[in-house]
């Protein structure tokens, strides 16, 4: 969902051609900002457009609901490659604070733990150009 209705072109883009969207979120993480709205929009109007219920939270509490959908919102505002750097330096924190303290990954406390979650995500979003050829053009 990290990339529903991606228009094909970057923020940068969107920014400098005074977008839709770079109007609407004043040009902070526009596309990622998007594609988190358009992914709730699809969770909680799936009926409604005549599709088949996708609502993955509709069992859950709603004080449950908030805390996956805010989740899910920092996630894929990660993938927004303006924090790029911050998010490296960060992690890298993360790591050396792991070592001097002796912790392993499952004694990190919850910040730090969301924090390199979504650091993966948007590993993964940036990883195409490392795959091989064949590979990488498949999901171009």
């Known amino acids: 969902v990290h990339d529903i209705g991606h228009p094909g072109t970057n923020n940068l883009y969107q920014i400098n051609a005074k977008t839709d969207l770079a109007i609407m979120y004043d040009g902070k993480s526009c596309l990622e900002n998007m594609h988190a709205a358009k992914t709730f929009q699809l969770i909680l109007n799936s009926e409604k457009n005549g599709c088949c219920n996708i609502n993955v939270l509709e069992s859950l509490s709603p004080k449950q609901k908030n805390q996956i959908r805010n989740k899910m919102i920092q996630a894929i505002l990660a993938t927004d490659m303006s924090h790029h750097f911050s998010s490296v330096s960060c992690v890298e924190k993360i790591v050396a604070e792991?070592?001097?303290?002796?912790?392993?990954?499952?004694?990190?406390?919850?910040?730090?733990?969301?924090?390199?979650?979504?650091?993966?995500?948007?590993?993964?979003?940036?990883?195409?150009?490392?795959?091989?050829?064949?590979?990488?053009?498949?999901?171009?």
Do not use: C
């Open 98 to 140: 792991m070592r001097i303290q002796n912790l392993s990954w499952s004694g990190l406390n919850q910040i730090y733990v969301e924090t390199v979650m979504n650091f993966m995500l948007h590993l993964a979003d940036i990883s195409n150009p490392g795959k091989p050829l064949k590979v990488a053009k498949h999901w171009a």
